[in-house]
């Protein structure tokens, strides 16, 4: 497979990057692992003039503590270095998990969390758990900084948030509350590697056995990964016994928009939705956690 | 604009520097430029791993890789496993225990296995399958490439304690 020729720009900074990105025009594109872009272009799904690379420029790779508890993750961190960091490890262990679940080890070490998300694949795997964290995205173009929740950063069908000539520089993630228990439930059809049918993230809290914070998001199910709001409300405030999670589970499985393709039927989408809702959360209402 | 770009980067600890085309592949340039052949081109779409490279240590698809971003980094190939006239430990558990056949998917196998080894790893069965997700074996070989696998980072690990 050739790839079509095309201009490399290697930035230094992400302001360097954004004035590649805008002389480029519509056919510049950041790369930085690689890992979704280039088999787009070796099918010629896209055929960028010009390639901006992201990968080097400094600092957008650090994980940091946040003051908040949180932390704050550069857009170029690869998965396995968000999946194998300490702070993300303790701050956030559902990321972490969530990230270890992207394809393979290969991949996981090339891929970073901004492409993944820029990307703006519903399969992803990073995607539900950021949304179930309440993470915020932080952009940069060429009209300065702004940042974007992420529960408004996923827009469509492979569409995102992102503007013309803008760069996801990193995320902030809030600290998970103590105490949360929390999964990530990757359900594919074949192997494990494969993208998730149903990639479903969830975080509670609870007092005893009523629930007080609810957090449920998906992957893979609708053209985009969502949050599933009807059913984090079917849960908050209640005692989580059998009918209370039956009932999140019909909404979780009421609310979404599920797509048909190879993989599986737009239906099969949803009843599986529906099952592992209800299997995630009793699990976690009986504290079998993660 | 210019589509051609300078890449200096170290193989197999010796340093070597191409001016190539942008859209050159890791994999390419291992290949045709360096006249490595030991790295195998496979599905050219990420998912078999006969074109796993080692990158700063770390096991990545060279299919997938732009030779310009592996600029200025480490690679190891299959070629600088072995010592003078010495199969390196991976290959003589690949040897001892047939883990090849064809052998068109075994210098991926091997590069994914000194990973999990540089990475103090010691996985068997189930745990270490999953771990080698990223590697295919159309021959479908996989009992005996798990089996060198599980010998050769009991002796890594072995080795690590003893010295």
Known sequence: ?290 | MSARVTVALRVNGRAYERVVESRRLLVDFLRHELQLHGTHVGCEQGVCGACTVLLDGEPVKSCLMLAPQAHGHSITTVEGLAGRGELHAVQQAFRDAHALQCGYCTPGFLLAAVALADHGVALEGAALREELAGNLCRCTGYQNIVEAIERYLRQAAGGRRDG
């Not at chain 1, 480029?24 to 890992?35: K, L, P, Q, S």
């Not at chain 1, 270095?81 to 559902?94: D, G, I, M, N």
């Not at chain 1, 990307?119 to 952009?139: F, H, K, N």
């Open chain 1, 1 to 290: 497979m050739i790839l079509r020729p095309f201009e490399y720009v290697e930035s230094q900074t992400v302001d360097d990057a954004v004035a590649a990105l805008r002389g480029g025009g519509d056919d510049a594109r950041v790369i930085a692992g690689g890992t979704a872009l280039v088999p787009l272009m070796k099918h010629a799904v896209l055929r960028p003039a010009r390639l901006v690379s992201i990968a080097r420029v400094p600092g957008l790779a650090d994980i940091a503590p946040a003051t908040s508890g949180g932390l704050r993750i550069g857009g170029v961190a690869t998965h396995w270095a968000v999946s194998h960091a300490t702070l993300v490890r303790e701050r956030s262990p559902l990321l972490a998990y969530a990230c270890a679940r992207v394809a393979s080890p290969t991949v996981r070490s090339m891929g970073t969390l901004g492409g993944n998300l820029c990307y703006g694949e519903s399969a992803s795997d990073p995607a539900p758990a950021l949304l179930a964290l309440r993470a915020t995205v932080r952009l940069h173009g060429p009209g300065g900084a702004r940042t974007v929740p992420i529960t408004e950063f996923f827009t469509g069908f492979y569409e995102t948030a992102l503007q013309e000539a803008e760069v996801l520089t990193s995320l902030d993630v809030p600290a998970m509350p103590a105490g949360a228990r929390w999964r990530y439930l990757k359900w594919t059809p074949r192997a494990q590697e494969d993208k998730a049918l149903v990639g479903l993230a969830a975080m509670l809290v609870l007092d005893g056995h009523r629930c007080r914070v609810a957090r449920l998001a998906v992957g893979g199910v609708g053209a985009s990964p969502v949050v599933l709001a009807r059913a984090e409300q079917a849960l908050e405030g209640q005692e989580l016994d059998e009918a209370t999670i039956a009932r999140a589970a019909d909404a979780a499985a009421g609310e979404v928009e599920p797509m048909d393709d190879l993989q599986g039927s737009a239906e099969y989408r949803r009843d599986m939705l529906r099952v592992w809702v209800r299997r995630v959360v009793a699990g976690l209402a009986e504290g079998r956690a993660s």
